[in-house]
């Protein structure tokens, strides 16, 4: 299992980033991928999931942590292996490193630095 993140870096207060996370080694079609961040001095948390969408009757569910409903954004290509987090009106208690995971992944990616900063 590989897990690649992208697309961090700084920012203002008020911008945007989108991250990007490529997976490779597992079915990814069929996987829940979660993004999490992990802030200075504190522990991991989940941000934002998405189901699989493999289902002919509905699309990908989604689901976000209270603090960033509104402004964050999971989507996925599963044609790419690829998961985003496209992240609107970020904050600076939005700063830390963010990593993608597949439910249940113990293997984890470098992860890629938010810094939410003026």
């Known amino acids: 299992v590989q897990l690649v993140e992208s697309g961090g870096g700084l920012v203002q207060p008020g911008g945007s980033l989108r991250l990007s996370c490529t997976a490779s080694g597992i079915i990814f079609s069929i996987a829940t991928m979660d993004w999490y961040r992990q802030a200075p001095g504190k522990e991991r948390e989940l941000v934002a999931s998405i189901t699989s969408g493999a289902s002919i009757t509905s699309g990908a569910f989604t689901a976000y942590l209270d603090s960033v409903k509104g402004r964050f954004r999971i989507s996925r290509d599963n044609a790419e292996n690829t998961v985003y987090l496209q992240m609107n009106s970020l904050k600076p208690e939005d700063t830390g490193v963010y990593y993608c995971?597949?439910?249940?992944?113990?293997?984890w990616g470098q992860g890629t630095l938010v810094t939410v900063s003026s």
């Open positions: 995971n597949f439910r249940g992944g113990k293997v």
